[in-house]
């Protein structure tokens, strides 16, 4: 049995004072003060002095290791013991060879796959608690409200397509009305204005010109850089010392 450790940062790699002094003060009301979160890096740390983690990076795995609690990039928090694991050695190399794998630094994702996520996939396959919620809160709820935008575009155009849809049957109804109604001899002055066919020429002329739906404006992804981090080691030895991180965010 091993404990299972993870150090939490305040991300402050943004290379600007003012914005580091920002996100401390953000981390500092949101989860100081109320417990809500903050804008957190995270690392696990299981066997040996390194801990382990998730970065962005255009080619290879994403997972690195650095010295433990001394990531560079970041300001050091604390620390919080998750529990224990009863994983040989062996068998959590094994489980870092497979995330190294399947967590390449290409699909970094700010709100949906950061470096918080990493650690929680990690913790569970070592068979301990996840990270506290706080540590990745606010990354959830962006992803959440970015789902339900998405979600919303998708309702309307979908709105949208049945509106006109609609229109074209009753339309086509309107036009069916009017061909049988040809034999009719009422023909001069405004009489024409309660005929079927002056309806359908009127609500033609109505779904064609006047009653386009106006197109909703697009939600654009952010492209937001994620955690950058350095070229992993082998994976032969992952438990051993990588270079450096890039960078956060």
């Known amino acids: 049995m091993t404990e299972v450790i993870v150090h939490i940062y305040d991300v402050t790699n943004s290379g600007s004072d003012k914005t580091n002094n920002t996100i401390l003060h953000i981390n500092k009301i949101f989860k100081d003060g109320i417990g809500l979160g903050g804008i957190f890096h995270s690392a696990v740390q299981v066997y040996g002095e390194d801990e382990w983690s998730f970065g962005f990076c255009e080619q290879g795995t994403g997972v690195f290791s650095c010295p433990s609690g001394k990531n560079p990039m970041y300001t050091y928090r604390e620390c919080i013991v998750l ?35 990493f650690c929680d996939e990690f913790c569970e396959r ?15 709820a962006g992803d959440t409200a970015m ?35 040809t034999g009719s001899s009422e023909s001069t002055g405004n009489s024409n204005r309660g005929t079927p066919r002056f309806q359908a020429t009127w609500f033609k002329n109505l779904i064609t010109t006047g009653a386009k739906p106006s197109s909703s404006s697009e939600i654009e992804n952010q492209d937001v850089d994620g955690d950058r981090q350095p070229q992993q080691q082998g994976a032969g030895q992952p438990l051993r010392h990588n270079s450096q991180p890039w960078h956060d965010m």
């Open 83 to 117: 529990g224990q694991t009863s994983f040989s050695i062996f068998k959590v190399n094994q489980i870092l060879r497979e995330l190294s794998r399947e967590w390449p630094g290409s699909s970094y994702d700010l709100l949906s796959k950061n470096c918080n996520h």
């Open 147 to 181: 789902e339900v935008a998405g979600n919303t575009a998708i309702r309307f155009r979908q709105a949208k397509t049945e509106i006109v849809s609609a229109s074209k049957v009753a339309y086509r109804f309107l036009a069916g009305v009017a061909n049988n109604a």
């Open 126 to 140: 070592l068979g301990v608690p996840k990270l506290p919620g706080w540590v990745n809160r606010f990354a959830n």
